[in-house]
């Protein structure tokens, strides 16, 4: 087959996401003009969450390994399961915003949406400098949009001009450090980036290009210092793209981080400064999530949290860590759309998102209540739900780890100090959840669908704790 | 290493001494501190002035003992150039190398710029003191100290280049820092503008030497650009007009020069650029920035002058020197006629760059560079003390209201003399006389032309004449001016009795019985013997510079102070004289006017040609297209309608959601995110720099 022929076949699941985008345009803007707004948006995300569907039934029926352009772009088994699990998320997070009614404009919010997974469909799949920073590029700028597209809410445009100013700043560090890293070992390509750096000295310019690099990847995933954004985006951001922004967006982020992690670590100073800034992460996230009043805010701590836990396995950077980390990527950001998802529908109903809107939450919706529970114990990594499991699978990689050697054990007990601290802000929404009185006693409105959904994703996450050995058959080893 | 007896430099760098390895720092820390001063708020005057004020005394510390370094090798006869150089940037097979390089020349001029530099920060906290942007202005001022020090060290064109245009846009920035006032957004402009002449010349410059020789750097052990290998490759390979590339590269490069340094007809910035405030002119204008580019010529003169024999010398030192004559004559002419306390200070500036021109292309380096180091001290001084006087005079810059200024500013008065006299060239007790003495004697032993020589006598005679005029004007006489003078703060005339101090003694360096400047320079051994001033026609020759001056003092004497004028509206005297040629000296010799006239004419009919095109031809094009469309979308105007529904609407109520929140992130939040993401950036990078020093992975 010719290049393109291969760039064509390695890039299908993008091209059905790009094509499914533009239908729904056409379908929403031709024919659903006169529809209702919730017609439309039905109509629209049925069609979006198609063709995420579609999409992973051609990843999964054309499994494989390949490589184009040079190993710019790649797909194997460990790429496979990142997009698979991202192209799942999307899929969810479409069909629980079906009710959401924070637009006008259906059709552009889930186009949008699809060229935001397409963008994180090409960031796990690239290897190389260039299509890195242009893949980040086109996920962060419709995110961007997303985040300001509740546009009769200030706080969502506050949201989208921080997260952009931010975004934007990062990304030029970002590409500032690329550059400095192509004078340094003159390639874009990660494996040539890898080879040249484990024979070349160390200078402190390599150190200047691997914290720069360290901003824009650091911003992604929202690890301290590079994390401010989080908290406002994800109070502002309509609800189902902070959902995205916090789950898709941070499995293409980590996966990609493991692959440039690949690259980089050779050179002394990346694993440094990924310790440094898992560390921060962990005991600054934890720590702020404790005096939050705002759900949204709480769950974006823990997320700057979940980030440290997770840039310490990517440190660790054996191949069981590797795996371990994409495992908890994936888990972690089911049960963050989960979790978002219970807090769209109180916030629906009580207009806030503060801790006492789910006061008796378990009196008025005992269902919700108890996916609630399932999604924010497992979250705070308790056993048998599936938080608990990779966890522990991340930790124990991390100490099996050279790692384990110099900074390992350290790290590890402080994050499992930092979880420990977790569990506190978790439990103080499910005591409100689940003791205190309800300030309402009428039941909460919630559609058949998406208490459908959720009970789906909360077995998942109490069977794949209970049956660990399924994902892992589905993951391999990353290699 | 084949052979232990021959003393080499080495690029070795665990042999080398800590300061050659280290030398980067110099410019490295006044960068720091811009880039932390930048991050201050804006009312945080202090911890702004004391960073960048100890960033460059530290800088000057660090000049002081690469100096002493320099000066130790020197004495005990070792090698006194060092160089340290890297691998910066692999495309195919070529590789741009990058470094720095301690020698006599930048050892001198690190010295010279951070101390002068230090003076001029701490006179600065004086005088802009009253400045809403004060924080502002120390930030730009240390960015241009380190993009200086950067020049001065780079060992690579490229680099210079680099450093060069920060310098450029440091200019840029300070001379603009009143933006509010057109005046001073439009000298900005054109100074930008002016000097990116020269810099594109100075760019194909370097990029032909880059293609002729494969390197940028200076000096490299012998495969430098500058050194005889590669210079014997560009003088065989002939460009036009009978100029060898060595020549046609060498005049490139001049051209950028000349648009830094001001000299003809690139000149016409640096007059303007006095809208900046009085220390940016000291630091900037007067004492270093317009210097680069004389030392720039100084740094690649084995370029300039290869191929010159014993009484010959090349074509590019050939147009340095004659341009240089021109614009030494042509600014103290212009300055002759001139109001302004400050514009009669720019072009004494210009024409004495023209001298530091003419003595490289006459003299060589030493001769050029002694001038240009006494210049930077006593016109330094002489900034200052303007600036002292226009601080004094509540913002006054016109010297017709002032006088008699003798009386109520008594140190700056004694200090400003001594300035006015180095400058002017006194005999014997100024450092002005010995360096410009030495490039007159130069111009006259030129083999070429005696054109030059004579230029510039006459521009002697005029610059003591203006001095004295400017003098008589401003501190004897009487009181012209409104309001009631007053001398300025210690902060201020500390810095200008120090310069006025070194105005004097820096002579010592230079005298022909003791050339310590040249052979220190030059790199050979020194004696003090008095036969100096037996070479023969040295003594006349000074002899008739001094009638000159004392001439040229006494008339000046006799036309401003015993016939003073006695209110700021009576003519000048030599307007009484002949009006028409005061007029064409006031009015700059109408190069601004025939700039105006020729370039800026051509630029706006080409700009309205290309106006005339787009919109008859390329919009008739366009508008076929566009009416074509517009038939098509006739037919889609049912659906047009239906699409566009309520768009008008939406746009409006989302441009109110975006104004309240513009408005809520004018109030200071999103700059501190932007703030703190910087700081969060640095604090890593220091922590990670210094566990990998600590841990010994990178040596720093």
Known sequence: MSTYGNLLAILWPESILEIASLA???????????????????????????????????????????????????????????????????????????????????????ALVLLATTGMLLVAASRDLLIIFVAL????????????????????????????????????????????????????????????????????????????????????????????????????????????????????????????????????????????MAGTSIVLGNLAALVQSSVRRILAYSAIAHAGYMLLGIAAHTLASDQAVLLYALTYALTTVGAFAVVAIVERDAGSDRLDAFAGLSARSPLLAATLMVFLLSLAGIPPLVGFWVKFQMFASVLRSPLAASWGIGMVILAIAGSAVSLYYYLQVLKRAWVAPAAVSSRLAIQPRELLLLLLIAITVILLGIFPGWLLQWIPMVG | MTSPMIPVSSSDAASMAWIVRNLWLIPILPMVASGLIALLPQPRRKPAATLAIGALLISFLLAVTAFAHVLMNWSSGGPTREMVSFDWLTFGSATLQMGWVLDPLAAIMLVMVTFVGSLIFIYSTGYMSHDENFTRFFCFLALFAGGMLGVLIANSLLLLFMCWEIVGLTSYLLIGFWYHKPSAAAAAKKAFLTTRVGDIFFLLGMVWLFAQTGTLLFYNHGAGAIEPTALATLLGHHAAWGLSAAGAI??????????????????????????????????????????????????????????????????????????????????????????????????????????????????????GIFHLITHAFFKALLFLGAGSVIHGCHEEQDIRRMGGLRAQMPITFAAYTVGMLALSGFPIFFSGFWSKDAIVGAAHHWPVSQGPFWMLLLGALLTAFYMMRQVGYVFLGSWRGHGHAHESPAVMTIPLLVLAFFAIALGVLGTPAWPWFTAFLDGHSLVFDLAGFREPGLVPMMLLASTLVFVALGVGWRLYVAQANRADTDPDVLQRVSPRVFGWLESRLYFDELYQATILRAYALLAAFAAWLDRQFWGGIVASISSGFRALGRCNRSMDSQWIDGGFDKGCEELTTAGGVLAWLQAGRAPSYLRTLTIGLLILLAVILMAASITGQVKL
């Open chain 1, 24 to 110: 729904i345009l056409v379908v929403d803007l031709g024919f659903m003009r006169r529809a209702s707004s919730a017609a439309r948006m039905s109509v629209a995300s049925t069609l979006g969450s198609f063709g995420a569907l579609t999409a992973l039934l051609w990843l999964l029926m054309h499994a494989g390994s390949m490589t184009v352009m040079g190993g710019a772009l790649v797909t194997n088994a460990s790429v496979v399961a990142a997009q698979v699990g991202i192209l799942i998320l999307t899929a969810l997070v479409l069909l629980l915003g079906v009710s959401a009614r924070f637009t006008r404009n259906p059709g552009e919010y889930v």
């Open chain 2, 250 to 367: 060498g005049l490139l490069i001049f051209a950028g020069a000349a648009g830094k340094s001001g000299q003809l007809p690139l000149h016409v910035w640096l007059p303007d650029a006095m809208e900046g405030p009085t220390p940016v002119s000291a630091l900037i204008h007067a004492a270093t920035m317009v210097a680069a580019g004389v030392y720039l010529v100084a740094r690649v003169y084995p370029l300039m002058s290869a191929g010159a024999g014993p009484g010959t010398t090349t074509a590019s030192l050939t147009v340095v020197a004659w341009v240089g004559a021109a614009t030494a004559l042509f600014g103290a002419l212009v300055a002759v006629a001139q109001f302004d306390i400050k514009r009669i200070l720019a072009y004494s500036t210009v024409s004495q760059l023209g001298y530091m021109m003419v003595g490289l292309a006459t003299g060589g380096v030493a001769v």
């Open chain 1, 137 to 276: 590029e086109l996920l962060s700028l419709s995110l961007y949009v997303l985040s300001a597209f509740s546009k009769h809410s200030a706080a969502s445009s506050e949201a989208a001009l921080k997260y952009y100013l931010f975004g934007g700043m990062s990304a030029a560090f970002m590409l500032f450090g690329f550059s400095y890293l192509y004078g340094i070992t003159g390639t874009t390509r990660l494996t040539a980036i890898a080879a040249s750096l484990a024979s070349a000295s160390l200078t402190p310019i390599t150190l200047v290009a691997l914290v720069l690099v360290a901003v824009g990847l650091g911003f992604k995933v929202a690890a301290v210092p590079f994390h401010i954004w989080a908290p406002d985006t994800y109070l502002g951001a309509p609800t189902p793209v902070a959902a995205l922004i916090a789950s898709g967006s941070k499995v293409a982020s980590f996966a990609v981080l493991i692959a440039v992690t690949a690259a980089l670590a050779p050179a002394w100073g990346w694993t440094e400064t990924l310790l440094w």
